[in-house]
């Protein structure tokens, strides 16, 4: 499964770095992609993902999802 979604709140590598590691760590995903000149993130998954569990993993963080 492959899901695209926006993210707010990136203005550098350190933040694409962080918002890369917090999916990365998500059961099932199997690569992120992010491209900070469009603040968006392309994940793959061996199961569809709920926009819900990517705003979940960003908690804590500055950053906002949104698809």
């Not at 492959?2 to 203005?11: F, H, Q, R, W």
């Not at 999916?23 to 994940?43: C, H, M, Q, R, W």
């Not at 061996?46 to 698809?67: C, N, P, Q, R, Y």
């Amino acid at each position: 499964m492959e899901k695209a979604v926006s993210i707010e709140g990136m203005k550098c590598d350190g933040c694409v770095n962080i918002v890369k590691e917090k999916f990365e760590v998500i059961k099932g995903i199997t690569s992120v992609i992010i491209d900070l000149e469009k603040k968006a993130a392309t994940i793959k998954s061996e199961e569809e993902l709920s926009i819900d569990l990517l705003k979940e993993a960003l908690a804590d963080t500055k950053f906002i999802v949104s698809d």
